[in-house]
């Protein structure tokens, strides 16, 4: 059964389209608005298939509506008594159209199309939903338990299925990590993010491997599956937990943050290389750092970094450290207090990126 809501300032207009309806069947009427404020909160709180919208309509016009409304968004059917209107509506990416006054026949023509497009949203919400969970089964489900360390991640999708990833494994006495993201979103930059992750797991094995050569190794690898169209950045971190030195690659990846026991930032690892399977043979650099006891590592995806408002601002990310101070024991709290944030921050507009954040604490 299809669900809709119906959106016209004038009611004698909303009991007919609603009438027709109940004759065609197969729909179910779950609320009405006479104008865009209102159906706004009817939208919003019923999640319709279709939306039946009026275009002419005082204060806002319901192109506006439709154009304002966020992801994912129902089907919108477009009514207007002027045929004139009826083009511009597929400027905003309509279902479809009907003149004033509806008749049965064209109503009926309308909910065919409309049931084939729900049908196969909903095959594909279905399938995303299991690319998914088997994404989410690559990830590692527990972090390695290392003592004198507080390891955590969290992980967002703007789709379901993402572009970034995370990983951490013991090599020999050392652990290695990783944050990575894929360039783009959804179900083809999710399919590579797994790809690199595999593929860099497995580069681990080469424990005779330096640091750069791994790296060179990984970039080959991606290149030549992806002939340059994707790339990933990352942030690759080997640490000596004897010592607390950290020994990194950042290939084109946001700054990864060094928090001190006070919560004050004292360092950011940027760039030593571009990302990787962006060129055929670039080179991979590394640089060390020192991970005091009390310090913490923050790395964060660039759906961090670059999370906006409604007014288009970005996320200060100097409220890491903030956050830090409050959860400094408890690193997969601070993973997730970063997720929060990000949600909190970018409020109805969820789907702009892959927010991801790893952490690594040292506790002693």
Known sequence: MMRAVLVDDEA???????????EVGGVTVVAEADNADAARVQI?????????????????RGTDLAASLPEPRPFVVFATAYERFAVDAFQYDAADYLLKPVTRQRLQATLGRLHSKIAARREAVRELAEASRAQAHLLPRVLPSLPGYALGAAILPARGVGGDF???????PRLAMVLGDVSGKGMAAGLIASSVQARWEAALRHEDLALADMMTALNHDVFASTEGSRYATLVHVVLDP?????RYVNAGHPPALVIDAAGHETARLSATAPAVGLLEAPSFPAATHALAPGDTLVVVSDGVTEALDAAGSEWDVTE????????????????????DAIRTHRGAHQGQDDVTVLVLGRTA
């Open 12 to 22: 004698p207009a909303r009991a007919r389209l609603r009438a027709l309806l109940g």
């Open 44 to 60: 919003a709180a019923h999640t319709p298939d279709v939306v039946f919208l009026d275009i002419e309509m005082p204060e806002e």
């Open 166 to 172: 995370y990983a951490a494994v013991p090599v020999g």
């Open 242 to 246: 004897a010592t607390g030195a950290l």
């Open 320 to 339: 890491v450290s903030h956050l830090v101070a409050r959860h400094r024991h408890d690193a997969p709290a601070l993973a997730a207090a970063v997720i």
